[in-house]
């Protein structure tokens, strides 16, 4: 199976900053990489497919780049609605499987 | 718009046989794409337990396979979950989820709010 990791755990920022998660694969997956935001007590929601792909109707203040092995997602501005935990999750191989997750909240 | 909703016993014993399905409004599971179970324990992260095509054929996580069925009832355009020998550490939140396309592996563009299953006596 192919491991996934994120950094951070979790992270603290101000309104408008410029947020960076990180995800790694445990071998090259491609651009099979997928980025979901998960608000607390919600199901997750799509927000990037295929790396760098935004989802229909998704601010575009939320992006990715990446492939291999190592993948980042930008947050380009914080807002108070983006509070939530975000993983990866890649799917070149069976059984897909995700991050641990970052949580990210308001400094 | 497509709207999933899962629905099954919120308590389960162990030993005992999770059940759960998974009701699809929107679109017609009939005309095709995957349809996956994910879980997540309290507090942790995200499992895919296995998905199934539109026609039947299924996959399942090598972690899970031998406990897990899931089947798809195109007439009642809905699909379901059966886990048996459950212990406490299959109590989560189960979601069910779209998986558009024709491969089983992808992204799951739509979910269902998701419904905890506990494992206890």
């Known amino acids: 199976d192919i491991q996934m990791t994120q950094s951070p755990s979790s992270l603290s920022a101000s309104v408008g900053d410029r947020v960076t998660i990180t995800c790694q694969a445990s071998?090259?997956?491609?651009?099979?990489l997928n980025w979901y935001q998960q608000k607390p007590g919600k199901a997750p929601k799509l927000l990037i497919y295929?790396?760098?792909n935004l989802e229909t109707g998704v601010p575009s203040r939320f992006s990715g780049s990446g492939s291999g092995t190592d993948f980042t997602f930008t947050i380009s501005s914080l807002q108070p609605e983006d509070i939530a935990t975000y993983y990866c999750?890649?799917?070149?191989?069976?059984?897909?499987?995700f991050g641990p997750g970052t949580k990210v909240d308001i400094k | 718009q497509v709207q999933l909703q899962e629905s099954g016993p919120g308590l389960v014993k162990p030993s005992e046989t999770l059940s759960l399905t998974c009701a699809v409004s929107?679109?017609?599971?009939?005309?095709?794409?995957?349809w996956g179970w994910i879980r997540q324990p309290p507090g942790k992260g995200l499992e895919w337990i296995g998905s199934?095509?539109?026609?039947?054929?299924?996959y399942y996580n090598p972690s899970l396979k031998s406990r897990v069925t899931i089947s798809v009832d195109t007439s009642k355009n809905q699909f379901s979950l059966k886990l048996s020998s459950v212990t406490a550490a299959d109590t989560a939140v189960y979601y069910c989820?779209?998986?558009?396309?024709?491969?089983?592996?992808?992204?799951?563009?739509?979910w269902g709010q998701g419904t905890l299953v506990t494992v206890s006596s």
């Open positions: 989820a779209r998986r558009p396309g024709i491969a089983v592996a992808g992204y799951f563009d739509y």
């Open positions: 929107g679109y017609s599971i009939s005309s095709g794409y995957y």
């Open positions: 199934i095509y539109h026609s039947g054929s299924t």
């Open positions: 071998q090259d997956i491609s651009n099979y």
């Open positions: 295929d790396a760098s």
């Open positions: 999750q890649q799917y070149d191989n069976l059984p897909p499987s």
